[in-house]
T-cell receptor
């Protein structure tokens, strides 16, 4: 399953499929990006980060891709599980330690 | 290894009252950030503090809102004379000292309801 930018804030995928969540960021000067997962009633949980001098970073079952040319960030989740159901936010760092968060994408995993 | 602790988890106030939200950062973290989140929206930056100093308060309303991070004790976000529009979830995050490109770790928030 895949969503495009912020126009499709919900994404439903079958358990076991791969998920791709996209984020268009605003500031070409942003140099550090984080993906967070937020479950209902909880705070955002760090998933993976990437610096602007990289275009790809992999973690456990997750991969973040950064395309600075078009100011686009994506999060790929392999073999999506029901526990992955949550809202996913991208956050970009402009200057100092201030982060700007996107609107978020709600991921629902269908068993 | 305790994470970021926020209390209370839920706070109900009547219009005109004061709300005090507390945040204890992770052990070893000296940077604290406050964010506000409305339902089905992203987090909006409010203020960034280090011990005894406000570093960046560009996201905080000029009136009624204040924040502190004293030498001892938790960080406090204070909202005076609350109005209905202050109803939101308020999240605190912390990060360790050092280079700025480090992830912020969040607490589970305080849900503020104004009657």
């Amino acid at each position: 399953g895949e969503n495009v930018g912020l126009h499709l804030p919900t994404l439903s995928v079958q358990e076991g499929d791969n998920s791709i969540i996209n984020c268009a960021y605003s500031n070409s000067a942003s140099d550090y990006f984080i993906w967070y997962k937020q479950e209902s009633g909880k705070g955002p949980q760090f998933i993976i980060d990437i610096r602007s001098n990289m275009d790809k970073r992999q973690g456990q079952r997750v991969t973040v891709l950064l395309n600075k040319t078009v100011k686009h960030l994506s999060l790929q989740i392999a073999a999506t599980q029901p526990g992955d159901s949550a809202v996913y936010f991208c956050a970009e760092r402009h200057t100092g330690n201030q982060f700007y968060f996107g609107t978020g994408t709600s991921l629902t995993v269908i068993p | 290894n305790a994470g970021v602790m926020q209390n209370p988890r839920h706070l109900v106030r009547r219009r005109g009252q004061e709300a005090r939200l507390r945040c204890s950062p992770m052990k070893g973290h000296s940077h604290v950030y406050w964010y506000r989140q409305l339902p089905e929206e992203g987090l909006k930056f409010m203020v960034y503090l280090q011990k005894e100093n406000i570093i960046d308060e560009s996201g905080m309303p000029k009136e009624r809102f204040s924040a502190e991070f004293p030498k001892e004790g938790p960080s406090i976000l204070r909202i005076q004379q609350v109005v209905r529009g202050d109803s939101a979830a308020y999240f605190c995050a912390s990060s360790p000292p050092g280079p700025p490109n480090q992830p912020q770790h969040f607490g589970d928030g305080t849900r503020l309801s104004i009657l």
